[in-house]
């Protein structure tokens, strides 16, 4: 038994990197997984490896920076699973300023 069995866990950024990692740890320690990002190839990719060592995991294409969006995959979720146990929030990029002072409020917004 894993120490995540059964629950639901949802890992945005999960195609590639920390949140690939994170998802397939998950996967192995029992979770059913929604594997978020805005790229589905990577994500597909990451759901099929999981699969075939016998998880559960499905893929979902979503643009965390759209409010609508990310409500919509937790509403999507909900009605799927019944629950949400477990929220990874991974998903994010750098800025291309590299200093905190001359980052603006769009831009803020947009990292965070």
Known sequence: MGHLDGQIAIITGAGTGIGREAALMFAEEGAHLVLAGRRVDPLNAVAEIIKSKGGTA???????????????????????????????????????????????????????
């Open 58 to 112: 499905v893929a979902r294409s979503v643009d965390l920076e759209n409010g609508d969006s990310a409500a919509e995959l937790g509403t999507w979720t909900l009605e799927e699973y019944g629950q949400v146990d477990v929220l990874v929030n991974n998903a994010g990029h750098s800025s291309r300023v590299r200093s905190i002072r001359y980052v603006g409020p769009e831009e803020w917004n947009s990292v965070f």
